[in-house]
């Protein structure tokens, strides 16, 4: 399981914005992340919160594809290295 945070979240372009920027940070079970973005349009997202469930909806195989990928891999975080 990932856990997911908004980390950007602004009505882009700066200037005359046509929708909302929103990012978010992905942590793998592992202790692997990514970050991924994308832009919703005003026409399907009215407020900031109406963004972010959108921008889940549009990204989450995305998300599901690369987590997945990611909790293949071992985990290094933690991991005690002797030099």
């Known amino acids: 399981m990932a856990e997911i945070t908004v980390v ?5 372009p ?3 914005p046509t ?3 929103v990012g978010f940070n ?5 202790g692997r ?17 109406d963004a972010v469930n959108v921008a889940l909806q549009e990204l989450n ?3 599901k594809s690369r987590v997945e990928d990611l909790e293949k891999k071992p985990t290094v975080l933690g ?5």
């Open 26 to 30: 992905v942590m793998s079970s592992n």
């Open 8 to 12: 950007r979240l602004e009505q882009y």
């Open 14 to 16: 700066a200037e005359e």
């Open 19 to 21: 929708g909302w920027a």
């Open 33 to 49: 992340s990514f970050y991924v973005d994308t832009v919703v349009s005003f026409d399907k997202a009215k407020t900031d919160e």
């Open 61 to 63: 195989e995305q998300i």
């Open 79 to 83: 991991k005690k290295i002797t030099l």
